[in-house]
């Protein structure tokens, strides 16, 4: 493990960004450099709680030991080898998501990647007229172009048109404006079971039902996007299984391999035979690296229980912060679902996120007014009671200062 002491210091590193690196991400002015569980350090020696880890890719927190040993004993033996041949990790990672899940998988290295698979397996797998896709506002579906034209949300067309045609977007929640949207040319519904990026939105009872109804009148294949839902975030496997609805494919990244790039596609045994050889590849998809990385992680949710812990800390973290939407006018809603937790606010969240950062907590904010935590499903009992305390403080400061 590197020692904070032989780390470039945090402002050698942004020199170096400044010369080198595209700026395309807003960056806080800090260097990360280490990790341990729910927290990280910077390469000034700072310690921070971490409950946004990686986006969610550090679905079982930093450099948890039995993913670490993996990666090195895999390492050692064969990091990668091209899909022309069989790959033993991949077929056990493909059992193991499978067994759990459903259906067949094929393995990418992203979610974007994965619901570009998707969208041409849903054009493949049915009638030749069919290509239309829908999907909903404030949804987000990735940065490549078929994924970022689903992704419903205008700011991130600014200066990329024309986008992928046959892309119709429709209101969450609105069942009838789907029905209209849908006609014969119509190959997929695409949906994030919850939201994320769009702020913790979790679907009214009834409705993935309702898309599901929908999409097999209209001959059409049901996509759930869980790249943020999947690997456990709901205190189940998979987010259909928490909502009952089973997805004719399913997209799969962000925690799947607990932080090492890594998707999956997911299809039904129906659905699956119309990837034909030659049809769709991705050279480094499904390498041996990855896949030790994801069984690795994948066993570390079953045996350590974290299925289990992550619904008991999803309650906690309700216990502690439901209070405050009758307590501060500045906190208008609270919305969870297994370890998404989104707080909706009157002021914007960069705020609170800032004032957490100044205390050691990491947070994220997202549509402008939502606090948004995606712990790893091992945050501890204690790490909630600490990270909620933070964000409390935080909340109550700045309502003062409304
Ligand atoms: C992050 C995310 C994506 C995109 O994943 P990348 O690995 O960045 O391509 C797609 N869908 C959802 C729901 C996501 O949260």
Known sequence: ???????????????????????????????????????????????YLDLFPGWGCDIIGYTPPRLVRAIQEQAARLIHVPNTWHIEGQGEFAEFLCTRGFGKAFFCNSGAEANEAAFKLARL???????????????????????????????????????????????????????????DETCAVIIEPVQGEGGINVPADGFLQGLREICDEAGALLIFDEVQTGMGRLGTWFGYQHF????????????????????????????????????????????PLAMAAGLA?????????????????????????EPLV????????????????????????????????????????????VVRLLPALNVTAEQVDEGCEILTTALREAAEQV
């Not at 020199?15 to 927290?39: A, D, M, W």
């Not at 034209?149 to 991130?156: D, L």
């Open 244 to 287: 009952g609805v089973q997805p004719d494919i399913m997209t799969l990244a962000k925690g799947l391999a607990g932080g090492v790039p890594c998707g999956a596609l997911i299809a039904t045994d129906a659905v699956a035979p119309s990837l034909r050889p030659g049809m769709h590849a991705s050279t480094f998809g499904g390498n």
């Open 1 to 47: 493990m590197p020692t904070t002491a032989e780390a470039r210091s945090s402002e050698e590193t942004i020199s170096l960004f400044k010369q080198y690196v595209i700026p395309n991400y807003t960056r806080t002015p800090i260097s990360l450099v280490r990790g341990e569980g729910s927290y990280v350090w910077d390469a000034e020696g700072n310690r």
């Open 125 to 183: 797998a049915t009638s030749e007229k069919k290509y239309k896709i829908i999907s909903f506002e404030k949804s987000f579906h990735g940065r490549t172009m078929a994924a970022v034209t689903a992704t419903a949300q205008p700011k991130y067309h600014q200066g990329i048109q024309p986008l992928m045609p046959g892309f119709r977007y429709a209101p969450l929640g609105d069942l009838d404006a789907v029905r209209e949207l849908v006609d």
């Open 326 to 369: 009758d307590e501060l006018p500045i906190v208008r809603e609270l919305r969870t679902c297994g370890l998404m937790i989104g707080l909706e606010l009157t002021i914007p969240s960069k705020e609170i996120v800032a004032k957490c950062f100044e205390r050691g907590l990491i947070i994220n904010g997202t549509q402008d007014v």
């Open 297 to 321: 992680t994948g066993r570390t949710i079953e045996e350590d229980g974290l299925l289990d812990n992550c619904r008991e800390m999803s309650d906690r973290f309700r216990a502690h912060l």
